[in-house]
């Protein structure tokens, strides 16, 4: 498996029956699909970065759903899991809810509702890591500032005008302006306003 961000529901389940069905329904609402005997073979396909959402057996030979699930809470929280469970499993598939699983479907199933439940989490974890990948934009931008930069674009979040940062930093209004215009082109803003913004989005937030 290469290292992939498309749309993608990978399906790990034991069962070849199910698996073929799985592949089936998806592909036939227009998501691609790639099956999986195991976790291990999922393992050992998977890349830092992969995109897409796994739809998860609860129950396998081998490794379980639940051992990949937690696997994949260290290497890629931003996977998005969907546990298939049969009725005695309910309980442990809420667990996993509670600790980052997106959803859990209880076997046998509604398949236009798995459907649209794998087509949600595929457009969260488009969001999140096209998120993740602003906040690391900006985090990089704000590493390009100078000290003084810096100074200034704390003043100006403040609403200082130019003269107040000037008598502040003791330096000229002149200088400020220069330091302001490169922190703005920097930062890949026109107005303080749209600093603001950037600097406040909701993925600049602590979890």
């Known amino acids: 498996m290469t ?3 498309e749309a993608v529901v990978f399906v790990v389940d034991d069962d070849e029956a199910i698996r073929d069905a799985l592949v ?8 691609a699909a790639r099956p999986f005997a195991s976790a291990e073979d999922f393992l050992d396909g998977w890349r830092p970065g992969l995109g897409g959402c796994l ?3 609860i129950r396998m030979d ?7 699930f937690e696997r994949l ?3 890629d929280p931003a996977l998005p899991v969907i546990f298939l469970t049969g009725h005695g499993d309910v309980p442990m598939a809420v667990a996993m809810v509670k600790k980052g699983a997106r959803d859990f479907v209880e076997k046998p199933f509604n398949d236009n509702d798995l459907v649209d439940r794998v087509i949600e989490a595929l457009a ?4 999140r890591r096209e998120s993740v990948g602003a906040a690391a934009d900006l985090s990089a931008r704000i590493e390009t500032l100078t000290q003084r930069e810096r100074q200034v674009m704390e003043r100006v979040l403040a609403g200082k005008l130019n ?4 008598e502040d930093l003791g330096i000229t209004m002149r200088t400020v302006e220069v330091h302001r215009a490169r922190l703005f082109e920097k930062m890949g803003v026109k107005t303080a306003v749209e600093l603001a913004q950037a600097l406040s989005a909701p993925w600049r937030q602590p979890p």
Not at 24 to 31: C, H, I, K, N, P
Not at 124 to 127: G, I, P
Not at 163 to 166: F, G, N, R, Y
């Open 124 to 127: 969260w974890a488009r969001e």
């Open 73 to 75: 809470g260290l290497l």
């Open 55 to 57: 739809v998860l057996d």
């Open 3 to 5: 290292e992939t961000t």
């Open 24 to 31: 089936w329904l998806f592909q036939s609402r227009g998501v």
């Open 62 to 68: 081998g490794m379980s759903g639940i051992e990949l």
């Open 163 to 166: 003269k107040v940062i000037a």
